[in-house]
Nanobody
């Protein structure tokens, strides 16, 4: 089985920073596209950022210039550095990965989510 595990969420004051991390573990041949999404109650899950082996390909307009996505392919991890956090950034953040293995081929996986709360 493939598992995505997020960490780094928590409570932070406006203007502060957090770094989210996600590691993919299990039966993995190759990790393709990876990304971060977020969701608040009553709202649809939205894309925050996505990254390929060649670099970032998407950022939500609301986070451009403040968030940076990165990955370490050798460790099957993807990070999200969040700076200048705002109240509106409060959400559950989910890690997503398109992972290939011999049994399932290419499948999208999701982490359990990590809560980010921006409050004074």
């Amino acid at each position: 089985q493939v598992r995505l595990t997020e960490s780094g969420g928590g409570l932070v004051q406006p203007g502060g920073s957090l770094r989210l991390s996600c590691v993919a573990s299990g039966s993995i041949v190759r990790v393709n596209l990876m990304g971060w999404y977020r969701q608040t109650p009553g709202k649809e899950r939205e894309l925050v950022a996505r990254i390929t082996s060649g670099g970032p390909i998407d950022y939500a307009d609301s986070v451009k210039g403040r968030f940076t996505i990165s990955r370490d392919s050798s460790k099957n991890t993807v990070d999200l550095q969040m700076n200048s956090l705002k109240f509106k950034d409060t959400a559950v953040y989910y890690c997503q990965a398109d992972i290939y293995n011999w049994s399932t081929r290419s499948i999208d996986y999701w982490g359990q989510g990590t809560q980010v709360t921006v409050a004074s």
